[in-house]
């Protein structure tokens, strides 16, 4: 199989495990969104060490220990994953499922944003129009939800502070994933113990089956990171930008159709504003893109062409 293809495949089935997470997470119940996060971090490290292992891939670790800098970086980084699997976790598990799609639905445009303000960059006419409507559809669902969507907006910015620092660390998925819950560690054990020390923990009195599936929120939070890791390798920046729309598509359609959580009127203007400003800054970036291919290409030609020509 191409590398290519294999890619994409990789890469649909990390959205497609994402895109389902809001069936995963009621299977938990009772235990709250604090503890599923405790034993989130602890397995997705257990899991992560294991295929480290495998690979026997360490020499990472002598690099990074000699920087400081990128330890700091990504112990932040460790703290705002934290605050969005945290918040998602919540905003699932309290019906709240169309809002946390809401979220990742403008993530793209809270990168862009962030993009200006924190490394200076130049947007295109396009794309400006596209952070515009996007402004005005979080305007119109503050004003159908009755306030802002704060679970939305703590979802998207998180996981943009989370994407600016790791653009400047510059790690693999899985080392990132390994340190960041490393991070969290022991605060995370430490907190499962208390928990099941005061008999408020749900690990070991609601039967192995729920022990299972409270084990499994590392599985389904290391798996689809991996894959997204290889699938990163080998699919084209602008092909990973629109596949990325699976796993928030996904999980409204779980909310709206699955849940039955209510859509007023205003709330679906909201949301098709939100539609507008992708499809707009998706289309801009695909002409970007072929404009820049086209570029490289009549460049190629002319350095490959006879002189005097």
């Given at each position: 199989m191409p590398e290519y293809r294999r890619g994409i495949l990789y890469a649909v089935a990390a959205y497609v495990i994402w895109g389902l997470f809001p069936v995963y997470w009621p299977l938990l119940k009772p235990a709250t969104a604090v503890e599923i996060l405790a034993h989130r971090m602890v397995w997705s490290l257990l899991l992560v060490v294991a295929v480290l292992a495998v690979r026997r891939h360490w020499s990472w670790l002598r690099e990074l220990a000699r920087q400081p800098r990128k330890l700091g970086l990504l112990t932040l980084a460790?703290?705002?994953?934290?605050?969005?699997?945290?918040?998602?976790?919540?905003?699932?598990?309290?019906?709240?499922?169309?809002?946390?799609?809401?979220?990742?639905f403008i993530n793209p445009l809270v990168n862009v944003l962030f993009g200006v303000v924190l490394f200076r960059e130049r947007l295109r006419r396009w794309q400006w129009v596209a952070v515009g409507l996007g402004t005005v559809a979080v305007l119109v669902l503050?004003?159908?939800?009755?306030?802002?969507?704060?679970?939305?907006?703590?979802?998207?910015?998180?996981?943009?502070?989370?994407?600016?620092?790791?653009?400047?660390?510059n790690i693999?998925?899985?080392?990132?994933?390994?340190?960041?819950?490393?991070?969290?560690?022991?605060?995370?054990?430490?907190?499962?113990?208390?928990?099941?020390?005061?008999?408020?923990?749900?690990?070991?009195?609601?039967?192995?089956?729920?022990?299972?599936?409270?084990?499994?929120a590392g599985v389904v939070t290391a798996v689809p990171l991996l894959f997204f890791g290889a699938a990163a390798i080998r699919v084209p920046l602008s092909a990973m930008g629109l596949l990325q729309y699976?796993?928030?598509?996904?999980?409204?359609?779980?909310?709206?159709?699955?849940?039955?959580?209510?859509?007023?009127?205003?709330?679906?203007?909201?949301?098709?504003?939100?539609?507008?400003?992708?499809?707009?800054?998706?289309?801009?970036?695909?002409?970007?893109?072929?404009?820049?291919?086209?570029?490289?290409?009549?460049?190629?030609?002319?350095?490959?062409?006879?002189?005097?020509?």
């Open positions: 460790a703290l705002l994953i934290a605050v969005n699997w945290g918040t998602y976790i919540y905003a699932v598990n309290i019906g709240h499922v169309v809002e946390a799609a809401l979220g990742y503050a004003v159908a939800y009755g306030k802002p969507p704060w679970l939305a907006l703590t979802l998207a910015f998180s996981f943009g502070f989370y994407s600016v620092i790791k653009k400047g660390v693999g998925a899985d080392e990132s994933l390994a340190v960041e819950t490393l991070v969290l560690f022991l605060p995370a054990l430490g907190y499962i113990g208390l928990l099941e020390f005061q008999g408020a923990g749900t690990f070991a009195g609601y039967g192995p089956l729920h022990a299972v599936l409270l084990a499994g699976i796993a928030p598509i996904l999980q409204f359609l779980y909310g709206v159709l699955i849940a039955r959580e209510t859509m007023p009127p205003a709330r679906w203007a909201g949301f098709a504003i939100v539609w507008l400003a992708l499809a707009v800054f998706t289309w801009d970036g695909i002409r970007a893109s072929r404009a820049v291919r086209q570029e490289r290409r009549a460049a190629a030609q002319a350095e490959g062409a006879p002189v005097g020509t």
